[in-house]
C-alpha cells in the first residue's frame, strides 16, 4: 500500500533549529512536498524535491533521500509565526496509473518563547 | 487578485438538505481538487478535473458530485448531507505538465451539519 509517516507533534524554542522528518512508501515517485498550514487555514506550499539533495530556501531546507524513501524539513531560527503544522506529500501512481499527491498526517510545531 | 477563491467560507445546515460550494481560480492551471479534511486534519482527496475531465474520483459517496463548466471552476455539489460530512472543504489547483507542480489551495469552506 502507499504510506507516509511523520511524526504527529514537536515542539520547539524559538530561535532554536527544528527537523521534520518523513518517511514515504509510495507506487512511483515523481516528487516530494512539504506544506505549511496555519490553524484555521488553509495549506501553502514551503518546498519540492525530485532529485536527492538539500533545496535551500531562506530559513527552510527540505532533504530528500529517495533510496531510503526520506525526507525532512528543516526549520532555522524559529520564530513563533512557524507554529503550525507541516505536511509531507508524495507525488506517486494510483492503481489507475494516474497521477496523484499522497499526504501525510502532518506534524504539529509549536514553537515556545 | 485572489488566487483560487471558494464560497461561501462558512456553512451550516441540517442533516438531509442539499449544498453546492463554489471555486474559481485565476492562475491559468489546468488541473483543479477538491479535498475534505476532517477534525483529526488529514487532508484526503476526493476530485481531480484536468481541462474539465474528471481524472480522479475517489471513494467517496454519489451524493458527492463535481461540477466542472469550464477549466476555471469547479464545484461541488453535495445531496442529502449526514452529521460526518462535517469537515473543511478545500479546493486546490495546479498546473498540469510532466513534472510535479505545487497545488494552490483556496481558503477553505467550513461546512457544520445540524
Known amino acids: 500500500g502507499q504510506n507516509i509517516d511523520q511524526p504527529t507533534e514537536m515542539t520547539a524554542t524559538e530561535g532554536a533549529i527544528v527537523q521534520i522528518n518523513c518517511t514515504y512508501q509510495t507506487s512511483g515517485f515523481n516528487g516530494l512536498f512539504w506544506y505549511q498550514q496555519h490553524a484555521g487555514e488553509a495549506p501553502t506550499f514551503l518546498s519540492y524535491?525530485?532529485l536527492d539533495g538539500l533545496e535551500e530556501k531562506g530559513r527552510f531546507s527540505s532533504f530528500l533521500s529517495r533510496s531510503k524513501g526520506y525526507s525532512y524539513l528543516l526549520l532555522k531560527e524559529l520564530q513563533m509565526k512557524d507554529s503550525a503544522s507541516y505536511l509531507c506529500?508524495?507525488?506517486?501512481?494510483?492503481?489507475?496509473?494516474?497521477?496523484?499527491?499522497?499526504w501525510g498526517l502532518g506534524t504539529s510545531l509549536a514553537v515556545n518563547p | 487578485d485572489t488566487a483560487v477563491s471558494q464560497t461561501p467560507k462558512y456553512l451550516v445546515t441540517q442533516m438531509g438538505n442539499d449544498k453546492s460550494i463554489k471555486c474559481e481560480q485565476n492562475l491559468g492551471h489546468d488541473t483543479m481538487y477538491w479535498y475534505k479534511q476532517d477534525s483529526k486534519k488529514f487532508l484526503k482527496i476526493m476530485f481531480s478535473?484536468?481541462?474539465?475531465?474528471?481524472?480522479i474520483n475517489e471513494t467517496v459517496p454519489n451524493r458527492f458530485s463535481p461540477k466542472s463548466p469550464d477549466k476555471a471552476h469547479l464545484n461541488l455539489h453535495i445531496n442529502s448531507l449526514e452529521l460526518g460530512d462535517s469537515a473543511v472543504y478545500f479546493c486546490?489547483?495546479?498546473?498540469?505538465?510532466?513534472?510535479?507542480?505545487?497545488?494552490?489551495f483556496g481558503d477553505g469552506t467550513r461546512l457544520s451539519i445540524l
Open positions: 524535491n525530485v
Open positions: 506529500a508524495v507525488r506517486g501512481y494510483d492503481a489507475g496509473n494516474n497521477r496523484k499527491l499522497i
Open positions: 486546490a489547483s495546479s498546473q498540469a505538465t510532466g513534472e510535479a507542480q505545487p497545488q494552490h
Open positions: 478535473y484536468n481541462n474539465k475531465e474528471l481524472i
